[in-house]
């Protein structure tokens, strides 16, 4: 029987689902961006991924929702072609770590984040890396060897990031489908960049919102990653593609004495697809 608003007494049991925002794609045969972190309490499928418990919380507290934004694109000639990471998302002492961004042409390592940024193009004598993943939130980007002109895909919730080694490969790495009031996938990582003109294909997005990577041949530009599902941001060629918005949704099975922000409402889900609070 669902409860109606009004404060409550005793601890309270919240299910969550906290997605950071996605990294940025990387410029310049740039790597795909990693997806935001990713942390339920919810069944999923799709791969790797960790079940986590309710968190308890007070009656009559206000509790702090933050989400994350998605970083920002890498632009060719600035910063080596890498963009920025995403911006965590938090409910209160629950925190997903933002996306890491790609890394450019033999521009070094990707980065670190909820899950890691894919590798840039390399010549033979360097070998990129791509950025680790965040444990139990998410995977690494894809690294070398890395083929000259193609780049690896930015790692995901639920996969790494595949490696550029031949033509079609670099895709970022698949998200995870989260069955919350309905079933939906995030967490996807961001393609990496094509930049051989002789080769039509580049990077696909990881399932859950991550971004396609742009391509010489065409040509084409890098896909930002879906808001409101943390993927990762396409590595491009002249530019790379920002991440997405992350989200939190909070289920305690009860309606909430106040909210901040406008969350949506669907029976005692609430989702929120920008900051605010919630207290029980």
Do not use: C, W
């Not at 999923?44 to 702090?64: D, H």
């Not at 040509?219 to 993927?231: D, S």
Request: glycine content about 34%; cysteine-free.
């Amino acid at each position: 029987m669902q409860i109606l608003a009004g404060v409550h007494s005793g601890a309270i049991l919240v299910n969550y689902l906290v997605v950071a925002g996605g990294g940025g794609g990387a410029a310049d045969d740039g790597g795909g961006g990693g997806a935001g972190g990713l942390r339920s309490t919810v069944d999923f499928t799709g791969g790797g991924g960790t079940l986590e418990s309710p968190l308890a919380v007070a009656a009559g507290v206000q509790l702090t929702v933050t989400v994350g934004a998605g970083g920002a694109g890498g632009i060719q000639g600035t910063n080596l072609g890498r963009g920025t990471n995403g911006i965590d998302s938090v409910f209160s002492t629950i925190t997903s770590v933002g996306g890491g961004t790609g890394a450019g042409r033999d521009s070094g390592n990707a980065t670190l984040g909820g899950s890691g940024g894919g590798a840039g193009d390399n010549h033979p004598s360097q070998t990129n890396v791509g950025g680790a993943g965040t444990a139990n939130q998410g995977f690494a980007g894809g690294g070398g060897p890395v083929r000259q002109f193609r780049a690896s895909g930015g790692g995901g919730a639920g996969a790494v990031g595949k490696n550029a080694q031949s033509p079609g490969d670099g895709d970022g790495g698949a998200g995870l489908t989260i069955n919350f009031g309905s079933s939906v996938a995030y967490a996807g990582g961001g393609g990496g960049s094509e930049g051989d003109s002789g080769n039509p294909t580049s990077g696909a997005g990881g399932l859950g919102g991550g971004g396609a990577g742009g391509r010489s041949n065409g040509p084409v530009a890098a896909v930002a990653g879906t808001a409101n599902r943390g993927g990762g941001g396409g590595g491009g060629i002249p530019l790379g593609a920002a991440g997405g918005l992350g989200i939190v949704i909070l289920d305690a099975g009860i309606v909430a004495a106040s909210t901040t922000g406008s969350p949506t409402l669907s029976g005692t889900i609430y989702t929120f697809t920008g900051s605010g609070t919630i207290t029980f």
